[in-house]
């Protein structure tokens, strides 16, 4: 059975920095790329990174360019995704999906945005709550 698992929230204050940690059971990430995506009460889920696995392609959504970097470990199987300089509107649960070659990406007026229904295997999510 396919699992992604994402771990490493937690509390932490407006400046402060999170390392996320995406591990995946049942297969490997060679081949995919995995996606970050966050959502907050009351809000639309949000992609925030995707980098391939393997090439090392990314991309960033304008509310998290210069902050995070997502980052991929192959001899661990496992992704991260490295927030600093946090801000109390990063507040959110985050989630890890990995899709093949890379993730799926959305045309939308205000720019391109990554798509979660997109995403082949999509994992549970870890909670960061960023405080002022």
């Known amino acids: 059975e396919v699992q992604l698992q994402a771990s490493g929230g937690g509390l932490v204050q407006a400046g402060g920095s999170l390392r996320l940690s995406c591990v995946a059971s049942?297969?490997?990430?060679?081949?995919?790329?995995v996606g970050w995506f966050r959502q907050a009460p009351g809000k639309e889920r949000e992609g925030v990174s995707c980098?391939?696995?393997?090439?090392?392609?990314?991309f960033y959504a304008d509310s998290v360019k210069g902050r995070f970097t997502a980052r991929s470990d192959i001899a661990k199987n496992t992704v991260y995704l490295e927030m600093n300089r946090l801000k109390p509107e990063d507040t959110a649960v985050y989630y890890c999906a990995a899709n093949e070659d890379f993730c799926t990406v959305t045309p939308d007026p205000r720019g391109p945005k990554l798509y979660w229904d997109g995403m082949e295997y999509r994992g549970k999510g870890t909670q960061v709550t960023v405080f002022s």
């Open positions: 980098i391939g696995y393997s090439d090392g392609r990314t």
């Open positions: 049942g297969f490997t990430f060679g081949g995919y790329a």
